[in-house]
Nanobody, 127 residues
Framework: QVQLVESGGGLVQAGGSLRLSCAVS????????VGWFRQAPGKEREFVGR????????YSHDSVKGRFTISRDVTKNTVNLQMSSLKSEDTAVYYC????????????????????WGQGTQVTVFS
């Protein structure tokens, strides 16, 4: 019932910036959390950050804190991931995901906590 589509991935030089977007469609639910995850070849899917749709409060994992910013645009039904000071280790497929009926006091960091997923978009950082 909820569709998520990522866009904005591509090739970027180390130290550069890139902005990913996640378009959310289907059932409108102001209670959900939208998270960003990434997965590099041979590695587990890891949590990047999340935003609470109803409030706009965002949280970023320590590994990207200070470089990545998550925000939402309620008029466009999108969640954005602004990435700066990119490093080669940021290379991965990036996914957005939504959790329904969340406890807003909890930052859900496990991919198993999310109910809907996009198809992913590739980000490659070269040096």
């Amino acid at each position: 019932q909820v569709q998520l589509v990522e866009s904005g991935g591509g090739l970027v030089q180390a130290g550069g910036s890139l902005r990913l977007s996640c378009a959310v469609s289907g059932r409108t639910d102001s209670t959900y959390h939208v998270g960003w995850f990434r997965q590099a070849p041979g590695k587990e899917r890891e949590f990047v950050g999340r935003v609470i749709w109803s409030t706009g409060e965002s949280y970023s994992h320590d590994s990207v804190k200070g470089r990545f910013t998550i925000s939402r645009d309620v008029t466009k039904n999108t969640v954005n991931l602004q990435m700066s000071s990119l490093k080669s280790e940021d290379t991965a497929v990036y996914y957005c995901a939504a959790r329904r009926n969340p406890d807003r006091s909890i930052v859900y960091t496990d991919s198993g906590n999310y109910d809907y997923w996009g198809q992913g978009t590739q980000v490659t950082v070269f040096s």
